[in-house]
């Protein structure tokens, strides 16, 4: 390939292009990175043709998106959030390593794999914003707009024609960082990829340039295993960069195409949920012997229950209400589920806090074990994070153990204070705030470097937490002092503390993140607190020593474990 990048014979260079352009396209992320640096290179070669070939393999090979467009639509004004998912196109390496920013009011995004989740939370009263995809195959954009409907009644916004970006005399668009001597753009359109421009250009014999690109790319790429990034420059966004987390319920929407091309419309959802300031009980469903966490499927169709004294997972059918079972090695305590549905988590440890530890992974559709993790002593309230990724709290080792989505890797290993109880997530900020019992702290934890950012102060014995649908409140529990707090997660200040039952066990939040509900063991009650003000609006009598409360996604219903008579109250939260 040397060889044929630095022929004098322009067929030889063009040859060199063709095989460049396979390498980019590989599964070899670091042959696919130094192959594509090579074609930058090659981009100044003194003959046209190969310039023009290298520049359309760099195209061919670089990020896109689809659609690249997303049109929102017009919105009620008191809508939480809309969401949609783009396709990220192109080789393996456009998706390695690749960055996400925003630009625009509201506006959220993260990526996971081949999939770009963009999520808008109306705060004003039109969107013209943007999302961009950077990393080692270019960059790609999507145009997001959006209006709210008491904007449209005022006449205050009408959608504007596409502003062709402002271009300064380097010929980037303005706003835009430089980086080597200047970022080269393609017409504005909507395809625009940006690649890297080459060194001075050399003439001819660009082999020994060439081969001196892919060596250092290959002694950069080696240590990590993957790509890395050519482009990590962001626009100057309108509002925070933070990732949005995965759609609960009525929140998610599915993409329909419309007749202009690649505009994409969002609908709402055609039914919403609104909770209720006061709950009632509307049945009891019989379960296995001291049920202790509970988890409503993403469709809401199911309930799963970890017993304790049984060790066995419930299954129940939230239709029928229908009991079935799944038999564990070790005593159950709590239980998450995948954001697909597919894969229930459970962590398990035996009452001497030591023995049984660890994490059994049960398939949904078979209702088997298919798997045991190993972790420290005593798992305690383990759930699912944005991406995916399984936060297991190590209650006696004073750790969070977080492992990867699919393969079930532990990636990572986080000291907090003693003693880590559960884990909530805000994929608005991108922080986890994780509950420690014996240190009356809460800690705030910086998603993107796992690393504890404060520790913030709270009622006696924090037992749980929960953090908002909308990613704006964290809900604690003050198990020894009755009492709950809400933390900003923006601010990171606690609000409270607020009165409620004795030995408040639980919490969770209304799927509209209006109200937040307060299991109070001892008292056998739920206590209903305003999910922004914490004032009590209603204390609901449940089962004999209830333990966790579980909320559908679509907003409907509630379920509360109780320990003490082994059954599960089902609260009519919404209408």
Known sequence: ??????????????????????????????????????????????????????????????????????????????????????????????????????????????????????????????????????????????RVTGQVASAVAAGAWASPPPPKPAVSRGGEPEGMRTYDGGMVANDYGPARVTVLPAPPPARRQLGTTVLVAILTTLVVLGGAGVAMTLLDGRRNPIAPVVAAPQPSGQGAVTLEETAEPGITKVPLAAERVQS????????????????????????????????????????????????????????????????????????????????????????????????????????????????????????????????????????ADLPVRPNPHAVGFSGDQMRAFTANHESNMVSAIDMRTNTVIRNIGVSKAPHSIAVSPDGRMALVAGYEADTADLIDTVSLKRIGPFKVGRDPQSVAFSADSRFGYVVNEFDGTVSVLNGTTGTLTATVKVGKSPRTVGVSPDGRRAYVSNGGDNTISVLRVGE
């Open 1 to 142: 390939m040397l060889t044929e990048i630095g022929s004098p014979i322009r067929e030889s260079r063009l040859t060199a292009v063709d095989g460049l352009t396979r390498m980019a396209w590989g599964a070899d992320l670091m042959m696919a990175a130094a192959a594509r640096h090579a074609l930058q290179q090659m981009t100044e070669d003194d003959s046209r043709s190969v310039s023009a070939s290298a520049t359309a393999a760099l195209e061919r090979t670089a990020v896109r998106l689809e659609p690249e467009r997303i049109d929102f639509g017009t919105v009620a004004a008191e809508t939480p959030r809309l969401v949609a998912d783009v396709r990220v196109e192109g080789p393996p390496l456009a998706v390695a390593g690749a960055t996400v920013t925003v630009s625009g009011p509201g506006l959220r995004a993260m990526i996971n794999d081949r999939t770009l989740r963009i999520m808008w939370l109306p705060r004003s009263d039109w969107l013209d914003g943007s999302v961009t995809v950077r990393g080692p195959a270019g960059w790609a954009e999507v």
């Open 276 to 411: 209720v300031a006061k709950p009632t009980v509307i049945g009891t469903i019989k379960v296995g012997a001291e049920p202790e966490g509970v988890i409503v499927s993403p469709d809401g169709r199911t309930v799963y229950v970890a017993n304790q004294n049984s060790r066995i997972l419930s299954v129940v059918d939230a239709t029928t209400r229908k009991v079935s079972s799944v038999q564990l090695r070790n005593t159950p305590r709590f239980v998450a589920v995948s954001r697909d549905g597919r894969t229930v988590f459970v962590s398990m440890y035996e009452d001497d806090k030591h023995t049984g530890s660890g994490v059994a992974v049960v398939d949904t559709r078979s209702r088997k074990v298919i798997k045991y993790l190993d972790t420290g002593h005593m798992p305690y309230t383990l759930a699912v994070a944005p991406d995916n990724k399984l936060w297991v709290p190590i209650h006696s080792d004073g750790r969070l153990e977080i492992f990867t989505p699919g393969t079930l890797r532990m990636e």
